[in-house]
T-cell receptor, first 112, second 114 residues
Framework: NAGVTQTPKFRVLKTGQSMTLLCAQD?????MYWYRQDPGMGLRLIHYSVGEGTTAKGEVPDGYNVSRLKKQNFLLGLESAAPSQTSVYFC???????????FGPGTRLTVT | AQSVTQLDSQVPVFEEAPVELRCNYS??????LFWYVQYPNQGLQLLLK??????LVESINGFEAEFNKSQTSFHLRKPSVHISDTAEYFC????????????FGKGTLLTVNP
């Protein structure tokens, strides 16, 4: 039981390049989330999904897109990376209750 | 909309001293409250949670938090800290009409010095 895994762990992009971050969970959870963590800002919700085939915007969705084609996977895409997207990205999942979220180990992204 | 305020961004203490990390939330309806811990270069792990019942909840490594509805607080305490407790601690709340989204505070960095 691997829990929540994220791929890749580290990535460096040039401004304007695109990439996709993959989150996978093996707990059969309904809800999945993408957050970004920046110093002094805590965790901010980018997008989330309440089930396969559904997505919704969070607090800071601009510049990101997501897809949830399979229940176990939640993809975060950056179509044209900007230096402001330099951050640590965390994926999380949870079941319908009792509301605890399980986090992945994070992806550290640097955009130069 | 919900919000969570962690009143201290950094808390330095000496080993074996007591510590309190403060958390206040704003919500006019029922909420569920969490404390997460993040060790250096790792993801977040659940430390403890309040869903219902006893207002005092405990973790397996000696932390406890008390839900105080009248003061809208959920402070985290430990009577005697260890070097290994050095980490960032996040308070979070869910509820207030949305059971999908967890709202986090900005975190408190606890540094335990020898």
């Amino acid at each position: 039981n691997a829990g929540v895994t994220q791929t890749p762990k580290f990535r460096v992009l040039k401004t304007g390049q695109s990439m996709t971050l993959l989150c996978a969970q093996d707990m059969n959870h309904e809800y999945m989330y993408w957050y970004r963590q920046d110093p002094g800002m805590g965790l901010r919700l980018i997008h989330y999904s309440v089930g396969e085939g559904t997505t919704a915007k969070g607090e800071v969705p601009d510049g990101y897109n997501v897809s949830r084609l399979k229940k176990q996977n939640f993809l975060l895409g950056l179509e044209s990376a900007a230096p402001s997207q330099t951050s640590v990205y965390f994926c999380a999942s949870r079941d319908r209750g009792p509301y605890e979220q399980y986090f992945g180990p994070g992806t550290r992204l640097t955009v130069t | 909309a919900q919000s969570v305020t962690q009143l201290d961004s950094q808390v330095p203490v000496f080993e074996e001293a007591p510590v309190e990390l403060r958390c206040n939330y704003s919500s006019s309806v029922s909420v569920y409250l969490f404390w997460y811990v993040q060790y250096p270069n790792q993801g977040l792990q659940l430390l403890l949670k309040y869903l219902s019942g006893s207002t005092l909840v405990e973790s397996i490594n000696g932390f406890e938090a008390e839900f105080n509805k009248s003061q809208t607080s959920f402070h985290l305490r430990k009577p005697s800290v260890h070097i290994s407790d050095t980490a960032e601690y996040f308070c979070a709340v869910i509820g207030g009409g949305s059971n999908y989204k967890l709202t986090f505070g900005k975190g408190t960095l606890l540094t335990v010095n020898p």
